[in-house]
């Protein structure tokens, strides 16, 4: 492929990186890098429909674990230089990457509100369809800005994650989610579980916090925390996440006006 001009070449380079993650231009005589995906603010993209054909000399896949990245090399010249044109495709796991990242919460490693947005309608609509409950626990830090108060904002960050993983180890994989509502409260989803087992299990993770040590620069941190459970069925009269989560709320709120440390 022959381009007269520069821009003529950079109008293809740009109508390329709508497809490719990574584009390097090369002037094979002295291998300059006259072009590279980001390093360039230009807008060329060609406003008409065509087609361009370009020969692809060289492709290389490289498989590294679960990592397949594409490699494609093609020669051009541009005003009588000779060039090569790299193309890279960001393999199929950087896109689960992504999206990972865009479920989880930075500081917590937990499910974060988009997740829990997405997926618990996801969650009541199968246990509704199986004729199965569905129950939440929202647990809430006693207290918490007293801790901030007296030991550091990092260290309320220290015992969000401390808590997050804890949280995680109560939960197995495959019988619920736990994610981070936001702030200092923590949303569990246990889908099929009944509000009687919900509640055992919601005891279960208040006596845990309660016993668990925090310590942070060996200073002992008591933490404790307050649990509203609720449990849907298809009978409940409850489909929206909104409703659920509101209920599942006051009876969080009724844990705190009770006292704190206590499952409602
Ligand atoms: P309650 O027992 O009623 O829940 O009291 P509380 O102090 O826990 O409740 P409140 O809502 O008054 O305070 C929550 C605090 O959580 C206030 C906010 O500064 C803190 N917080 C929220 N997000 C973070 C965070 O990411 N890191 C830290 N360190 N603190 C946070
Ligand atoms: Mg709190």
Redesign the pocket.
């Known amino acids: 492929m022959m381009f007269e001009k520069m821009a003529e070449a950079m109008q293809v380079v740009k109508a390329l990186e709508a497809v490719y993650s990574k584009i390097y231009l090369r002037d094979i005589s002295d291998n300059t890098v006259l072009y590279e995906t980001g390093n360039l603010q230009q807008n060329m993209r060609p406003s008409a429909t065509h087609t361009i054909y370009l020969k692809p000399n060289d492709l290389k896949i490289t498989v590294s674990g679960k990592n397949v990245d594409v490699k494609m090399t093609i020669p051009i010249e541009i005003h009588g230089r000779n060039c090569m044109l790299e193309l890279s495709q960001e393999s199929q796991n950087s896109l689960n990457q992504i999206i990972e990242l865009s479920i989880t919460d930075p500081?917590t490693n937990l499910y974060n509100r988009r997740y829990i947005d997405e997926r618990l309608p996801i969650d009541m609509q199968t246990c509704f369809s199986m004729d199965e409950p569905l129950s939440i626990l929202f647990i809430?830090?006693?207290?918490?800005?007293?801790i901030?108060d007296e030991n550091g904002?990092i260290a309320?960050?220290l015992i969000?994650q401390r808590l997050a993983e804890l949280l995680q180890k109560k939960i197995r994989k495959g019988n619920g989610w736990v994610a981070r509502y936001g702030?200092?409260e923590m949303l569990i989803c246990l889908p099929g579980i009944n509000n009687n087992i919900a509640k055992k299990i919601s005891e279960r993770i208040n006596k845990a916090i309660e016993n668990h040590e925090f310590n942070l620069e060996n200073i002992k941190i008591p933490v404790t925390c307050s649990i509203g459970v609720q449990t849907v069925d298809r009978n409940t009269g409850i489909s929206s996440v909104s409703e659920i989560l509101s209920m599942a709320d006051k009876k969080l709120y009724s844990a705190?006006r009770n006292g704190?440390n206590k499952v409602f």
Do not use: M, P, S, T
């Open positions: 500081l809430d830090i006693d207290y918490f800005k007293n901030n904002h309320g960050d969000l702030g200092d705190k704190r």
